[in-house]
């Protein structure tokens, strides 16, 4: 099992002749990945390393059975390409691009809600990957193997630290979130899956300073998650007042401080680590490893 993304998922590449859509579609299909179609406007007709490309998304899924779509698209046109996968009723959009301004995020994000029928991942976010069996965006694939702990990041580059942390143990699947302001998929939504998929046994919550994010998911937890939960905070060490990486990551007096996210997930259970190492660790304690 896994959540939202498996061995059935067919991926197609928004994208996909650019020089990033067509590197990480190499790095997907030597995952294992099944990538069935590219979608680059006018450029139907047209192959990727035997994959088809089509003009649009309702064509590709049409003629495919594409399910997820991964979006390697600029700035400027990202926006009209979720949109036009909101459109087709693609199940699954995993947005990989940063750089997309909040007012379009905040756009195609409710376009997207109001359809109702497409999860979005990110923006500004490494992808999903169910190891052995499926990996939709940029997450290496060699670095883990597939195992009962589900996994949820703001963070690309501390997603790959714990999946490599744990990989003898391994992971169900590991959802990169993306840190801009507002995202298609949240801590609480990834929690509620894992919660509910029969072969994930604990839960890795990787949050950072900004906001509340960290805060309502401590109240979830409490609520409705019975899994153990163990989380890291990044930004223990930041300034007050200063603006870090992510465009999320602001800290305003005492709120979305690293220590206040800390004491509302313990408050609910939630061992919190003080760096990502001491965080696998109370995870291995865990699952015995």
């Known amino acids: 099992?896994?959540?939202?993304?498996?061995?059935?998922?067919?991926?197609?590449?928004?994208?996909?002749?650019?020089?990033?859509?067509?590197?990480?579609?190499?790095?997907?299909?030597?995952?294992?990945?099944?990538?069935?179609?590219?979608?680059?406007?006018?450029?139907?007709?047209?192959?990727v390393d035997g994959i088809p490309v089509f003009n649009d998304v309702a064509s590709a899924m049409a003629q495919t059975g594409a399910n997820v779509s991964v979006v390697f698209v600029p700035p400027k046109f990202a926006k009209g390409a979720v949109?036009?996968?909101?459109?087709?009723?693609?199940?699954?959009?995993?947005?990989?691009?940063?750089?997309?301004?909040?007012?379009d995020t905040a756009q195609f994000f409710?376009?997207?809600?109001?359809?109702?029928?497409?999860?979005?991942?990110?923006?500004?976010?490494?992808?999903?990957?169910?190891?052995?069996?499926?990996?939709?965006?940029?997450?290496?694939?060699?670095?883990?193997?597939?195992?009962?702990?589900?996994?949820?990041s703001k963070s690309g580059t501390l997603t790959y630290q714990m999946m490599y942390e744990l990989r003898d143990i391994g992971f169900s699947t590991c959802v990169g979130i993306g840190g801009d302001p507002?995202?298609?998929?949240?801590?609480?939504?990834?929690?509620?899956?894992?919660?509910?998929?029969?072969?994930?046994?604990a839960i890795v919550m990787i949050g950072e300073i900004g906001g509340d994010a960290e805060e309502r998911a401590a109240a979830f937890i409490a609520d409705n998650v019975t899994?153990?939960?163990?989380?890291?905070?990044?930004?223990?060490?930041?300034?007050?007042?200063?603006?870090?990486?992510?465009a999320g990551a602001i800290v305003s007096g005492s709120a979305g401080t690293a220590a206040a996210k800390q004491e509302a997930l313990e408050a609910?259970?939630?061992?919190?680590?003080?760096?990502?190492?001491?965080?696998a660790r109370l995870m291995r304690e865990i699952m015995g490893g």
């Not at 990480?24 to 007709?45: D, E, L, W």
């Not at 109001?114 to 991942?121: E, L, V």
């Not at 163990?230 to 990486?245: H, R």
């Not at 609910?268 to 965080?279: E, H, I, L």
């Open 110 to 152: 409710q376009y997207a809600q109001n359809a109702g029928s497409t999860r979005m991942i990110g923006p500004n976010c490494p992808g999903i990957i169910s190891p052995g069996q499926s990996n939709a965006g940029i997450i290496p694939a060699d670095i883990t193997r597939p195992g009962r702990i589900g996994l949820v």
């Open 182 to 201: 507002i995202i298609g998929t949240t801590h609480i939504d990834c929690l509620a899956a894992f919660q509910e998929d029969p072969e994930t046994d």
């Open 1 to 47: 099992m896994a959540i939202w993304l498996d061995s059935n998922s067919k991926i197609l590449v928004q994208g996909m002749t650019g020089s990033e859509g067509t590197k990480h579609t190499r790095r997907m299909v030597a995952s294992g990945a099944q990538v069935v179609a590219g979608v680059t406007p006018g450029k139907a007709g047209q192959e």
């Open 268 to 279: 609910v259970g939630v061992k919190v680590g003080r760096t990502p190492s001491a965080t």
């Open 83 to 103: 949109e036009e996968a909101v459109d087709a009723s693609i199940p699954l959009c995993v947005v990989i691009t940063e750089g997309i301004p909040v007012h």
């Open 227 to 246: 899994k153990p939960v163990v989380g890291y905070v990044a930004g223990f060490t930041a300034p007050e007042g200063k603006t870090m990486g992510h």
